[in-house]
């Protein structure tokens, strides 16, 4: 199982969302295919077919617990 398979399970499991790091969650957003663009310490992300577009912010070195949780929903939702 790659680090990313690892990743993307513990997002799903949603046990611990506060712990995600940003780096983390920014680089399966981007393996998984979407386009970032990234506006002062906003990090947005789009990918076509696919209507939510999620926005990261930095918590020190985690990702904030919310966006962890939405971007969850998003893979649960187009099965990624």
Known sequence: MSKFDKLKQK???GKSDS???FE???????????????KGSH???RKA?????PNLQRDD???KSY???QVR???KKYDL
Request: aromatic residues 6%.
């Open 73 to 75: 929903d998003i893979l």
């Open 43 to 45: 990090h947005s992300y």
């Open 24 to 38: 983390d969650l920014r680089n399966l957003l981007v393996n998984l295919g979407f386009v970032e663009r990234i």
């Open 19 to 21: 712990n995600i790091g």
């Open 49 to 53: 077919n696919i209507a939510e577009k």
């Open 67 to 69: 966006q962890v949780r």
């Open 61 to 63: 070195s985690k990702a």
């Open 11 to 13: 997002i799903l499991d």
